[in-house]
């Protein structure tokens, strides 16, 4: 081992060594933290970082060590590291970097992986030794490098510009209701901060699946059969089916509908205003005993209660609070250039705006589809247009290659 020329073995060596160092450097300092690398700290750091790189090479020829971190074992090598750490961090459950580790768990910080020293290192280590090797296949340039070139500093700029723009990068949420707008966002650590854009909220629409029956155990709440509870879907089309031991028969259905308080029994009416909630008059009939059970079933809403059915001793015929099946905002946007855009938002659908992308997260859920309040994520990443830079070029260099693989079998016939 470290006769010349090294090989594999001295390249996990290395690998070795930056883990246990990374040990070494999280039990005595603690974890490393990317919330110093934010502008222009990131700015200056990653300039000095590529000079370093340009030095490091200029002095290749009088260093074997050097020359030999664009070896392919010393790629390999690095790269192996980083996959198993990416495994165990697969394997060991992540908690936020925010809430505080003890024993082994801090020692070895594998439960927050990106910020472990161990990683850090050799995450560092094997982002050097891909730009080393890149800027010596530049300085030594063939038209046939073309898609290494912008396969290897395609992804030299994915990494450093995600590490380095992990600072800048802002994930606030901000809570609307409808017919005011809102310019201030919390945090995660909710602080309240302005924003240089505001969002009015016009209208919030819910689209529900229909509602469901089911039986529910008296005792535990549970629906019916446990492990695999059965439900009937009110679809418009729908007027009977069974429920294990029971047939159900709908006998009128209300969409919108309110609670009213009788002497006997409490009964539901149209009720097309805020607050409605889904109602149905069914009977129930069991098909081994006879016995007959009629009355309204809802699912209630923020201002009527629930309503079920007792059907015996043991079980009792309910209507679930209705799944949302989509929910939208549509917003207004103003930002302090005084422009201004209307836009629809949904769940997987942000609106993008002056580099700011916004996101539907939340809503009033007691209110549920009455809600006049919506919440939403808005996250800036400055330096995502770097990121998306290397994987346009990683992909380019893939049509490349597959270019060149072909015009060289079209010469080889």
Not at 343 to 370: C, H, M
């Given at each position: 081992?470290?006769?010349?020329?090294?090989?594999?073995?001295?390249?996990?060596?290395?690998?070795?060594?930056?883990?246990?160092?990374?040990?070494?450097?999280?039990?005595?300092?603690?974890?490393?933290?990317?919330?110093?690398?934010?502008?222009?700290?990131?700015?200056?750091?990653?300039?000095?970082?590529?000079?370093?790189?340009?030095?490091?090479?200029?002095?290749?020829?009088?260093?074997?060590?050097?020359?030999?971190?664009?070896?392919?074992?010393?790629?390999?090598?690095?790269?192996?590291?980083?996959?198993?750490?990416?495994?165990?961090?697969?394997?060991?459950?992540?908690?936020?970097?925010?809430?505080?580790?003890?024993?082994?768990?801090?020692?070895?910080?594998?439960?927050?992986?990106?910020?472990?020293?161990?990683?850090?290192?050799?995450?560092?280590?094997?982002?050097?030794?891909?730009?080393?090797?890149?800027?010596?296949?530049?300085?030594?340039?063939?038209?046939?490098?073309?898609?290494?070139?912008?396969?290897?500093?395609?992804?030299?700029?994915?990494?450093?510009?995600?590490?380095?723009?992990?600072?800048?990068?802002?994930?606030?949420?901000?809570?609307?209701?409808?017919?005011?707008?809102?310019?201030?966002?919390?945090?995660?650590?909710?602080?309240?901060?302005?924003?240089?854009?505001?969002?009015?909220?016009?209208?919030?629409?819910?689209?529900?699946?229909?509602?469901?029956?089911?039986?529910?155990?008296?005792?535990?709440?549970?629906?019916?059969?446990?492990?695999?509870?059965?439900?009937?879907?009110?679809?418009?089309?729908?007027?009977?089916?069974?429920?294990?031991?029971?047939?159900?028969?709908?006998?009128?259905?209300?969409?919108?509908?309110?609670?009213?308080?009788?002497q006997d029994t409490l009964n539901f009416v149209d009720f097309p205003s805020m607050g409605a909630?889904?109602?149905?008059?069914?009977?129930?009939?069991?098909?081994?005993?006879?016995?007959?059970?009629?009355?309204?079933?809802?699912?209630?809403?923020?201002?009527?209660?629930?309503?079920?059915?007792?059907?015996?001793?043991?079980?009792?015929?309910?209507?679930?609070?209705?799944?949302?099946?989509?929910?939208?905002?549509?917003?207004?946007?103003?930002?302090?250039?005084?422009?201004?855009?209307?836009?629809?938002?949904?769940?997987?659908?942000?609106?993008?705006?002056?580099?700011?992308?916004?996101?539907?997260?939340?809503?009033?859920?007691?209110?549920?589809?009455?809600?006049?309040?919506?919440?939403?994520?808005?996250?800036?990443?400055?330096?995502?247009?770097?990121?998306?830079?290397?994987?346009?070029?990683?992909?380019?260099?893939?049509?490349?290659?597959f270019a060149l693989s072909q015009k060289r079998k079209e010469d080889n016939?």
């Open positions: 081992m470290w006769q010349k020329p090294w090989g594999y073995k001295e390249g996990f060596a290395i690998c070795g060594g930056l883990f246990l160092t990374g040990i070494f450097l999280q039990m005595t300092l603690g974890k490393c933290t990317l919330s110093i690398l934010s502008y222009p700290v990131n700015v200056c750091v990653g300039l000095l970082y590529v000079v370093i790189l340009l030095s490091a090479y200029t002095f290749s020829q009088k260093s074997y060590f050097i020359r030999w971190m664009g070896s392919c074992q010393a790629a390999v090598s690095s790269m192996v590291s980083v996959a198993v750490l990416t495994v165990v961090m697969g394997l060991i459950r992540q908690v936020k970097s925010d809430i505080p580790l003890s024993g082994i768990e801090n020692w070895l910080g594998f439960s927050q992986m990106l910020s472990a020293c161990s990683f850090v290192l050799l995450f560092l280590w094997m982002v050097t030794l891909l730009g080393l090797t890149t800027i010596r296949r530049i300085h030594h340039f063939h038209w046939r490098d073309v898609p290494f070139v912008l396969n290897h500093l395609g992804l030299f700029l994915a990494l450093t510009g995600a590490v380095l723009g992990n600072a800048d990068m802002e994930r606030l949420h901000m809570t609307t209701k409808i017919g005011q707008a809102e310019w201030r966002a919390s945090d995660e650590n909710q602080k309240m901060r302005e924003l240089p854009l505001a969002i009015e909220l016009q209208n919030f629409t819910i689209d529900e699946y229909p509602p469901k029956l089911m039986l529910i155990d008296n005792e535990t709440g549970k629906a019916l059969p446990v492990g695999k509870p059965e439900n009937l879907l009110i679809e418009d089309d729908f007027h009977a089916g069974h429920l294990l031991d029971w047939e159900i028969h709908i006998e009128k259905k209300l969409p919108l509908a309110a609670s009213v308080a009788t909630a889904y109602a149905v008059y069914l009977t129930a009939v069991n098909d081994k005993t006879g016995r007959k059970h009629e009355g309204w079933v809802s699912c209630g809403s923020f201002m009527f209660p629930y309503k079920a059915i007792r059907l015996d001793d043991q079980t009792s015929l309910v209507m679930p609070e209705r799944e949302p099946r989509r929910f939208a905002s549509e917003v207004k946007v103003y930002t302090e250039s005084g422009r201004r855009d209307s836009a629809t938002i949904e769940v997987n659908k942000p609106f993008e705006l002056e580099g700011w992308k916004i996101y539907q997260l939340s809503y009033d859920e007691s209110k549920g589809r009455w809600s006049d309040i919506s919440v939403f994520e808005l996250v800036r990443d400055p330096w995502l247009p770097v990121v998306y830079t290397g994987i346009w070029m990683m992909i380019a260099g893939a049509v490349c290659l016939v």
